[in-house]
C-alpha cells in the first residue's frame, strides 16, 4: 500500500457512495444551474418572451447532448422524468397490458420489481424472474430466451448491479429481444456515464435513467428513451398543460410533448446538460478505464483481507465500481458507522433497495432485522482517486484485524 490508514479529520471525508448519488459534481454544472436561476428563470413553453425562448434551448439543448452520449435516433424521443425510477414506472405501466408476461432477472433494483409486482396483483400480469450466478450475479442470455411466451412483451433488467457491480450482456439479451419481437427495458441507473451504451447497436427499445449519477447531473433529474415507432403504443401516465396545441383537451399526439405534461426542472436540466458535456469531453470509454482501474485495486488489496468478503465478479472484467462487502464480527450498519466515525469514508449499509440480489448472493435472511441484513457498500465515481480506494482497502483491514484480536501491519492505532 501507498497510504496507511489513519483517522479522518471532518475536512477530509471520503465519498464512496457514488451508487446512490455522484458526489461531487463538475464545478459546470453548478454554474449552469446558478445562471439559470439568476439571468433566465422562466418556464419553457410559457411565453414569447426572451428568457423562456432561452429555458426552451437549454431543455432541447440537453436532448441533443443525451442523444450523442447514447446515439439516439432522435433527441425529441428523451423524454425527461424525476429521476430513473420514475422512467422505469413510465415505461413498465404505459406498455404493460392485462394478459401480457415479463421477464426480469433476480439482481433487478426494487425499480423495476416493484411495478411489476404491482401489476400482477392488479393488473393481470404475470412475470418470470431469471437467477442469476449466485458468484458473479450474472444471468445467462439463453435462460431470459427459454422463459419467454407467446404472451411475453417486456423484458427489463438492470444493466449494472447496485450492490455487486455485476454488468449484465445487455448486447445478446438485446438481440434475443429483438428477435423476438419483444420490448426491451433497460435500467441504466448505474451504467449511464460509466459504461458506453449505444441505444442502436445494443438494441434498447427504452432506456431509463437518473441524471444525478453517472451523469453526475442534480437530484430530481433523469430521463427515458422510448425508440421512435413505440411511442404511440405506449400510454401515457400523466396528462396536463404543454404550452402547445393549447386548444384542446387532450394529451398532444407529438414527441416530446405527449411525456411531459407540466413545467420542466429547467434548473435541473440546466445542470444535467453540463454533467453530460463534462463526459463527452473526457469520454466514456476513458472514464470506464479509470473505473477498471479503481476496480483492479480494490480487488487487490482486500482479496487476502482474514475475515473479508466480497460480492459480484473477482476481477475488473463484467463489473462496475460497486462493491458489497462483509467483515465477519461486523453488521453491515455497524462496519459503515465505523468506516465513517473512524476513518471518513462515506458508504450505504443494508439491502439497498435490491433484496432478490442479496437473496442471490446469500446476505439477506428472513430472519435478520434490516441494520443485520445485506452488506456494506462502497462505490466509485469519476472522482475517486486510486489513493482513497487504497486508503478505504486499509481501514477495511484494519478493522478486520481488530475483530480478531491481530494489529494490521501499517495501520492507525
Not at 439482481?107 to 392488479?122: C, F, T, Y
Not at 419467454?148 to 450492490?163: C, E, F
Not at 425508440?227 to 398543460?241: V, W
Not at 472514464?287 to 483492479?296: F, P, V
Amino acid at each position: 500500500m501507498h497510504e496507511s490508514a489513519t483517522h479522518q479529520n471532518s475536512t477530509n471525508r471520503i465519498y464512496m457512495d457514488n451508487a446512490a448519488t455522484s458526489f461531487p459534481k463538475p464545478v459546470e454544472v453548478t454554474q449552469s444551474m446558478v445562471d439559470y436561476a439568476r439571468n433566465i428563470g422562466a418556464s419553457a413553453g410559457r411565453g414569447a418572451y426572451a428568457e423562456a425562448r432561452q429555458s426552451a434551448r437549454v431543455i432541447q439543448n440537453c436532448r441533443t447532448l443525451l442523444a450523442r452520449l447514447f446515439n439516439g435516433e432522435n433527441p425529441n424521443h428523451f423524454i425527461f422524468t424525476l429521476n430513473c425510477t420514475d422512467a422505469l414506472n413510465m415505461a413498465i405501466h404505459g406498455w404493460l397490458n392485462p394478459g401480457d408476461h415479463a421477464v426480469c432477472i433476480a439482481m433487478d433494483h426494487n425499480s423495476i420489481l416493484r411495478p411489476l409486482n404491482e401489476l400482477v396483483a392488479h393488473n393481470g400480469i404475470t412475470q418470470t424472474r431469471i437467477e442469476v450466478d449466485p458468484q458473479t450475479g450474472l444471468a445467462e442470455p439463453e435462460d431470459i430466451r427459454k422463459a419467454l411466451r407467446p404472451q411475453t412483451r417486456l423484458i427489463a433488467l438492470g444493466h449494472a448491479s447496485n450492490v455487486t457491480g455485476t454488468v449484465q450482456n445487455i448486447q445478446q439479451i438485446g438481440l434475443i429481444a429483438r428477435e423476438s419481437q419483444i420490448a426491451f427495458l433497460v435500467d441504466a441507473a448505474q451504467s449511464a456515464g460509466h459504461l458506453p451504451i449505444d441505444v442502436i447497436k445494443d438494441r434498447i427499445d427504452f432506456l431509463a435513467c437518473p441524471g444525478h449519477k453517472g451523469l453526475l447531473g442534480p437530484l430530481g433529474t433523469g430521463f427515458l428513451y422510448i425508440r421512435p415507432g413505440l411511442e404511440n403504443q405506449l400510454r401515457t401516465r400523466r396528462q396536463g398543460g404543454t404550452g402547445s396545441v393549447s386548444q384542446r383537451d387532450v394529451q398532444p399526439e407529438f414527441m416530446p410533448d405527449r411525456f411531459e405534461p407540466g413545467s420542466h426542472n429547467a434548473i435541473g436540466i440546466a445542470g444535467l446538460a453540463e454533467g453530460i458535456n463534462w463526459i463527452l469531453r473526457r469520454g466514456v470509454n476513458e472514464i470506464a478505464r479509470h473505473e477498471r482501474e479503481l476496480c483492479t485495486a480494490f480487488i487487490e488489496a482486500v482479496q487476502n483481507i482474514e475475515g473479508l468478503r466480497f460480492f459480484g465478479p473477482n476481477s475488473s472484467a463484467n463489473r462496475v465500481g460497486v462493491f458489497s462487502i462483509r467483515i465477519d464480527g461486523f453488521t453491515p450498519l455497524e462496519l459503515s458507522e465505523q468506516l465513517e466515525k473512524e476513518f471518513g469514508i462515506l458508504t450505504r449499509a443494508g439491502l439497498h433497495c435490491a433484496p432478490l440480489a442479496h437473496q442471490a448472493i446469500g446476505t439477506f435472511s428472513d430472519q435478520q432485522t434490516e441494520s443485520q441484513s445485506g452488506t456494506t457498500r462502497l462505490s466509485f465515481g469519476v472522482f475517486t482517486q486510486k489513493s482513497q480506494v487504497q486508503f478505504a482497502a486499509e481501514a477495511l483491514a484494519t478493522l478486520a484485524a481488530r475483530k480478531i484480536g491481530k494489529e494490521h501491519v501499517g495501520s492507525a492505532v
